[in-house]
């Protein structure tokens, strides 16, 4: 009983870590170093978040993929014990529900009203339009002053104006849904802004799928459309799935064209293999070695627990909150040799920088070829293209839901 | 080599189709996949292999080696 009350006090006064935790000064592109030393110490360990609450943070490769794909762990942010990564995210995930909060059977029967224009073959019919995107988007930024903010001037209206032709949403309203996203997805927004943005974003989408009910059009947003019409989902529904998509279609490709060419500029000889290549097969490689390199969701899945699961040599509890650090997970030396170094010529398809598990990634053929496109094209078109600043100047996106910088000033 | 996919199980993220296009296809109407062949030749077998490793919701499985 004695020595029971004293592990129970000893363990209490051992200080969790704060959780998420900061990148290393100068290394921009290495996941925070205390990730990497739970991973070589304590793969499975309880960390602390801003409520307090204290959830299990997964740093191996080989747990995370069990535990992503294991049923009895889920994605719904109502479940008692999910680990909200802010207020502002907690207060959302009451207003605006969506499939990647949905568990299967309901998440599968909603998932599938999406899926099919992100199908391989519609996919891949889309390359020659996003590489006369990417070409017109390269000409202007060409004929315009240097340095230029690669951000604004190509990385973030390319993946736009792709998701904006496929949803049906027009790209005149960049200015505003551009700025609402950013709102939702940086951790330092009060949680006003937040559900203001929020509302915002759903509102200005609600209005799109109530104009394509009334005059549709080959888009996605027509098809959910005639989903409300149909009865199976009401025009809220659609309205929040429409937000979904757009966020997630503009957001994250554009911080990997932008900070994949940091990476590319800080790895001249890697950059050098890329803009020679002809080889379709390398390009799609050193994508692959790009997104396991960044990994730019990078403050890990959140699940709860619903059963008692044994995994890694721990049990996470029913209720438990659970983190995967997919950051982390792909630079496990056990699956990619030397995982900090970047190179674009290794198989790196096993990394999960798009997730793992039912949710993952419903965009991954789309932001693969996107990329693809970018990076076999603007590098080959600008090859002087260089940095207008020093690296330790650059505004990474340490506050962000997805990692990145804020600006690129780059000249050529 | 046979393969098996489990379709309710699967969530149409394409890796399969990407990887063993002549063994793996996606339905039209909502990208889930679509065996081509059971029995692929011994060429393919290793992107079969790598197809059911990548593939997120487990719903590929090589039944016979």
Not at chain 1, 293 to 311: K, M, Q, T, W
Not at chain 2, 18 to 27: G, K, N, S
Request: aromatic letters at 6%; one cysteine or more; proline letters at 8%.
């Amino acid at each position: 009983m004695t020595e029971t009350l004293a592990e129970t006090t000893a363990q209490a006064e051992e200080p969790l870590a704060e959780f998420p935790m900061p990148r290393a000064a100068g290394c921009p592109f290495d996941p925070p170093p205390a990730t990497r030393v739970l991973q070589n110490e304590r793969p499975i360990a309880k960390v602390r978040l801003w409520d307090g609450s204290t959830p299990w943070l997964v740093t191996r490769h080989a747990d995370q993929r069990a535990l992503l794909g294991d049923p009895r762990v889920s994605s719904d942010p109502l479940v008692p014990g999910f680990p909200h990564p802010n207020e502002g995210f907690r207060e959302n995930s009451k207003r605006r529900r969506t499939f990647l909060g949905m568990d299967d059977p309901e998440h599968a029967r909603i998932r599938r009203m999406v899926t099919a224009p992100f199908a391989i073959k519609r996919v891949e019919a889309l390359r020659p339009d996003i590489q006369k995107i990417t070409d017109d988007l390269i000409d202007a930024m060409l004929a315009g002053p240097t340095p230029v903010d690669l951000v604004r001037a190509f990385a973030l209206p390319l993946p736009s104006l792709v998701i904006c032709r496929l949803l049906g949403v027009p790209y005149e309203d960049h200015d505003f849904f551009q700025k609402n996203s950013s709102v939702l997805i940086n951790m330092a927004s009060s949680v006003e802004d937040v559900v203001r943005a929020n509302e915002a974003l759903t509102d200005y989408l609600d209005n799109l799928v109530a104009a394509k009910l009334a005059d549709p059009a080959d888009d996605m947003l027509s098809e959910l459309a005639a989903r409300v019409r149909a009865g199976e989902l009401t025009q809220r529904e659609a309205a929040n799935m429409g937000v979904l998509l757009l966020i997630a279609g503009h957001e994250t490709t554009a911080n990997m064209i932008a900070l994949g060419t940091v990476a590319l500029l800080e790895h001249p000889d890697q950059l050098a293999v890329l803009r020679e290549t002809d080889d379709p097969k390398a390009v799609a490689r050193a994508v692959e070695e790009l997104l396991r390199y960044l990994s730019i969701v990078h403050n890990g899945r959140r699940r709860v627990a619903l059963e008692d699961i044994e995994v890694g040599g721990e049990t996470i509890r029913a209720g438990d909150g659970i983190i995967l650090h997919t950051g982390t997970g792909n630079w496990d030396a056990e699956v990619f040799p030397e995982p900090e170094r970047l190179d674009i010529s290794r198989d790196a398809r096993r990394h999960m920088a798009f997730g793992f598990g039912v949710h993952q990634c419903l965009g991954q053929p789309l932001a693969r070829l996107e990329l693809q496109v970018v990076y076999s094209t603007l590098y080959r078109r600008i090859p002087t293209l260089r940095l207008a600043t020093g690296l330790d100047q650059l505004p990474f996106k340490h506050d962000g839901a997805v990692y990145g910088v804020y600006e690129l000033p780059v000249t050529w | 080599m046979r393969v098996e996919v489990d379709v309710p199980k699967c969530v149409g993220s394409g890796q399969c189709v990407m990887i063993a296009p002549d063994v793996f296809d996606q339905r039209e109407e909502d990208g889930i996949v679509v065996l081509l062949n059971d029995r692929p030749p011994a060429e393919l077998h290793a992107d079969v292999e790598e197809s059911a490793v990548v593939c997120p919701a487990a719903a590929i499985r090589v039944v016979e080696k």
